[in-house]
């Protein structure tokens, strides 16, 4: 397990942006660096969904409702994942989760609130 702990999360109006960041700080370089990382959402009453991942070479891949306005980073020096997000919509209202895909860890989870 890699203990994660994100933050960034807060309410903001709609076509705000924010960055949320996810940070392994006990988690060693050679567990870290190799597996993808990723950012999954959870909204009221609904399934957790992918947001968007990211590979240990940089590949991205997005959700379609999210594509143009989130853009997911990593730096690997400082075991930290963030996720940039732009044009904020109502929709994006969610417990946002960051993700080690290798050992299946997760995080606690960072609320965004995005008010119309």
């Known amino acids: 397990q890699v203990y994660l702990v994100e933050s960034g999360g807060t309410s903001v109006q709609a076509g705000g942006s924010l960055r949320l960041s996810c940070k392994a700080p006990?988690?060693?370089?050679?567990?870290?660096?190799?597996?993808?990382m990723a950012w999954y959402r959870q909204a009221p009453g609904k399934q957790r969904e992918l947001v968007a991942q990211?590979?240990?070479?940089?590949?991205?891949k997005y959700a379609d409702s999210v594509k143009g306005r989130f853009t997911i980073s990593r730096d690997n020096t400082r075991k930290t994942a963030y996720l940039q997000m732009d044009s904020l919509l109502p929709e994006d209202t969610a417990v946002y989760y960051c993700?080690?895909?290798?050992?299946?860890?997760w995080g606690q989870g960072t609320q965004v609130t995005v008010s119309a």
């Open positions: 990211i590979s240990n070479a940089g590949r991205t």
């Open positions: 006990r988690a060693i370089t050679s567990v870290f660096n190799p597996s993808p």
């Open positions: 993700h080690h895909v290798e050992t299946g860890s």
